[in-house]
Nanobody, 126 residues
Framework: QVQLVESGGGLVQPGGSLRLSCAAS????????LGWFRQAPGQEREGVSC????????YYADSVKGRFTISRDNAKNTVYLQMNDLKPEDSAVYYC???????????????????WGKGTLVTVSS
């Protein structure tokens, strides 16, 4: 059974950093594109960053470019999202997602993926 479990969320001050982790079980990351999405109260879900091992490409939403970095450790079956220079508008529930390759990574980040975690809350506030 495919399972994704996020961790690392919390309360951070503006300008601070957090690293989100997503541990996968029931499948191996080697065969999947991975992504991070977020949803703030009253807003639509947004694709934050997605990465494809097959194409070697990564996609970032304009709102996070230069501040967030997605990475994957296939040996640990884990995907990460390093978030720096956090802003109040980054506050949201962050979800990890996976989709069987091959994929168009930007398209997957815009429309969503096949498997989802339950999310971790990030709050950026002073």
């Amino acid at each position: 059974q495919v399972q994704l479990v996020e961790s690392g969320g919390g309360l951070v001050q503006p300008g601070g950093s957090l690293r989100l982790s997503c541990a996968a079980s029931g499948f191996t990351l080697d065969d999947y594109a991975l992504g991070w999405f977020r949803q703030a109260p009253g807003q639509e879900r947004e694709g934050v960053s997605c990465i494809s091992l097959t194409s070697g490409s990564a996609y970032y939403a304009d709102s996070v470019k230069g501040r967030f970095t997605i990475s994957r450790d296939n040996a640990k079956n884990t995907v990460y999202l390093q978030m720096n220079d956090l802003k109040p508008e980054d506050s949201a529930v962050y979800y990890c997602a996976a989709h069987l390759e091959p994929v168009h990574v930007q398209a997957m980040c815009l429309v969503g993926m096949e498997h989802w975690g339950k999310g971790t809350l990030v709050t950026v506030s002073s």
